[in-house]
């Protein structure tokens, strides 16, 4: 068989898996991406029902703390949504495919759009942590790409316009939620190291505001797809040496302060 049809079909298997598990016929058309910290928005959804990510067919489960394994799908506000309560990252062992691929899968059974979240180190004294930027663009430095090899060639061209990779008028909707979010550009580095201060410098004269471990590829992937993508990073700290010694519980605790904030927009971006 080969590399194509043996993903094609792994595809369909996970499609199927969560159709039959979940009992639906097709995902709603939103996807929102629960990056580090922000597990627990699936908890207000009304109606809910999951699965665990572990438990479907080709599908590598999220193994960093602060992160969930489950999909669910229910209600917010009226709306439909499927929410992942984690993401897989390639310093857990990972390939870029690997960890785009629940993503693919769900995207050929109804998901049109996806809300990606994360968690990122401020290269802005502007944008102290607390301040959540609305991603307007990306730096993908992971040194791969989603979209290499026969697989990356598979679900849509190989060769994809980035030049508008994130969607406008859902940001600025999102946007509309509090006029104390930011815009920022997202880098996305391997991990799992944070940045030493001269890395810092580095990625603040290259352009980015804000640094993560995460999401880009998400974003590639999604835009190979036709899907619309919008992005939230919630910043914890700042980057490089710029503020105090950094810890992964600090970040995790940060984020819980602003818990029922984080929510609260997530249900407004849902809604637009």
Request: aromatic letters at 4%; hydrophobic letters at 45%.
């Amino acid at each position: 068989m080969s590399v194509t049809n043996d993903m094609l079909e792994k595809l369909n298997e996970t499609g199927t898996a969560i159709c039959r598990t979940l009992g639906v016929s097709t995902l709603p058309k939103t996807l929102v991406v629960l990056g580090s910290g922000f597990k627990g928005f699936e908890q207000t959804l009304a109606n809910a029902k999951s699965i665990n990510l572990s438990s479907l067919p080709h599908v590598a489960a999220p193994s960093v703390e602060g992160h969930g394994s489950s999909l669910v799908v229910g209600e917010s506000k009226g709306q439909q949504v499927a929410v992942m309560t984690g993401r897989l990252h390639m310093y857990e062992g990972l390939s870029a495919h690997d960890i785009v691929y629940p993503l693919r899968a769900m995207a050929r059974i109804g998901i049109k759009r996806v809300l990606l979240t994360n968690a990122s180190g401020s290269l802005r004294s502007h944008l102290p942590p607390g301040k959540i930027v609305a991603v307007r663009d990306q730096i993908n430095l992971t040194g791969t790409s989603c979209l290499m090899g026969a697989a990356g060639r598979l679900l849509g061209p190989q060769f994809v316009d980035m030049g508008a990779a994130f969607d406008t008028t859902w940001t600025e909707q999102i946007r509309s939620f509090s006029p104390d979010i930011a815009d920022g550009v997202y880098v996305g580095v391997l991990g799992p190291a944070y940045e030493t201060p001269a890395e810092a410098r580095m990625l603040a004269q290259l352009g980015a505001d804000v640094v993560g471990m995460s999401t880009v590829q998400e974003v590639i992937a999604a835009r190979q797809l036709g899907l619309e993508v919008a992005c939230l990073s919630f910043v914890t700290n700042m980057s490089g040496g710029l503020g105090i010694s950094l810890k992964h519980e600090d970040v995790l605790q940060l984020v819980a302060d602003h818990q029922q904030k984080l929510q609260a927009l997530l249900n407004h971006a849902i809604g637009n």
